[in-house]
């Protein structure tokens, strides 16, 4: 797999990061947050604290440990989000199904809470955050990039008042939202100011052990904040477009603005050695492409297939190779008791030490573009940026041919023809071609810009789920199975995850004042309160 931007100086940093900050990121039983959260040891050299401290809240942005990778990003974002589809027979309850185990669905906020806001309070408690203002306006802008993945997948989630400690009340998703864009703000503008005075300041000792995505450049830390407000501010755009509106334009039109390179792009290297997509899929086979993203690729000619994908070994009953070149897995198919039979559909590319980005520089192009399309001021037409945003996506990959695509105007989804399960054969949902066509409604254009957004955004399930709840695109085929009470589901698909049963245990006032906040039954389809788009295809 080609990722141009991958820095491998960072890698040996992270491994020292990681013998500074495992003892206390990587447990095997944890709290909630609102009873004990864990915390790093204090260091035995006093100077190294903001180090580790910074160090433990990246390292949980994205759950980097393989075990919380696949609890919090790959058996939930990735199968909802359509990138990656379970493929272990021995996962007979899952989210794909909607019938998670319990643990499951403890796990995110078991996990992450603890483990971030066990370093974001010794910060606090630590470090005199009024002569370094710096690091807690920093540290905000870690925490809203942790924690609108966690509000994104439950709902609502503690936030503005989890400094009180134990049995801390929910936030409400709109509450969520406002106060994290509220931090957002201030810690923007707080940098921003900070690093006009002092333009060359490394704010930790040996930054690079303690940041290894952006090496403590806050200016590079601005411009994710920005962008990161840009992706908050659209998710809002249905329930409150105003706020939206405002919100976007002030990203994208300060005086840093938001990544629109691949170069600006937030990577990640893993300290535990192994990028957790090659862990689940290659080393652990537990889950390989889903149909939908193979099914648009192939439908597109698209070059970057390759580059994501491997091409199947698939053999009929008599072991005679079926000769498909590349074929995903629906989502929520039976999967037959031979695992190394699921292991003949396409796989990932991804290497053992490849880098994770957190968010695209493409992605961010396709924000502006729906922007534009609504009339927004995103600095450029539509056109022109959702073009840029294809672009973009090539040269990260590593790809050519961006020309013929953009330009091709006939091409769209393929067929989904599974030989070997005839019962998961299906016909294409999409006719969304990849032309731009300015002639057309703003439904059209809106579903081609989320449709390439989705494909240029792999891996990142939990934001491709966020953005189909949002926009209903792209077009994904309906589940193949669905165990829960909640038959909608079937072809609306999830809407969030349950809250965490162990809240509902031994949080019983807050989880219930939780679930009023919802403003609906705790159920996988009840919708979080940005999830206001009515006419979404299938619904």
Known sequence: MIIKIY???????????????????????????????????????????PVIIFGQMIDNVYSSQENSYQMNQNLI??????????????????????????????????????????????????????????????????????????????????????????????????????????????AIEYLTEYVEKNPDVKPLVEPDKGDVVYGSDLKKWIIFANSLKLRLAMRTVYVDPAFAKTKAEE???????????????????????????????IEWGDSMPAADIITYMKGYEDPRLPQYFTKSKLKDDNGNDLNIDYIGIRTGINIPDEKLVMGTYSGVTYSQNDPSVWMTAAEVAFLKAEGALRGWEMGDTPKSLYETGIRLSFAQWGVSGADDYINDDKKTQADYDNPKHKDASVKAV??????????????????????????????????????????????????????????????????????????????????????KKLGGSDKYGTRLWWDKKNNKPNW
């Open 77 to 186: 974002g990735d199968p909802y989000g359509r990138y990656l589809s379970i493929a272990n027979k021995g996962f007979t309850r899952n989210f794909s199904i909607f019938n998670a185990p319990d643990g499951w669905v403890n796990y995110p906020y078991e996990d992450v809470f603890p483990k971030f806001y066990g370093a974001w309070r010794k910060l606090r408690e630590k470090v005199d955050l009024e002569e370094n203002r710096m690091l807690l306006e920093w540290s905000n802008i870690l925490r809203v990039a942790a924690m609108h993945r966690i509000g994104d997948m439950y709902g609502p989630i503690p936030y503005s008042k989890i400094g009180d400690g134990i049995n801390a009340p929910y936030d409400s998703v709109e509450d969520l939202y406002k106060n994290m864009m509220a931090d957002m703000d201030t």
């Open 251 to 281: 990203a994208v039109n300060h005086k840093f603005g938001v990544i629109t390179s691949n170069e600006q792009m937030p990577e990640y290297v893993f300290p535990a050695g192994s990028n957790p997509v090659y862990k689940m899929s």
């Open 7 to 49: 820095n491998k100086a960072k890698l040996a940093a992270s491994v020292l990061l990681l013998a500074m900050i495992g003892f206390s990121s990587c447990t095997d039983n944890f709290e909630s947050m609102n009873r004990n959260p864990g915390e790093p040891t204090d260091p035995e050299i006093s100077s190294y604290l």
């Open 430 to 515: 999409s006719k969304i071609t990849i032309k731009w066509n300015a002639s057309t409604d703003f439904e059209e254009n809106l579903e081609r810009i989320i449709t390439q957004k989705w494909i240029a955004m792999y891996p990142l399930g939990t934001e491709a789920w966020s953005e189909q709840r949002r926009t209903g695109y792209p077009r994904f085929f309906p589940v193949l199975g669905n165990a829960s009470d909640e038959p909608e589901l079937t072809t609306r698909l999830a809407s969030r995850i349950p809250f965490a049963p162990s809240e509902k245990l031994n949080n019983p006032t807050n989880y219930e004042d939780g679930v």
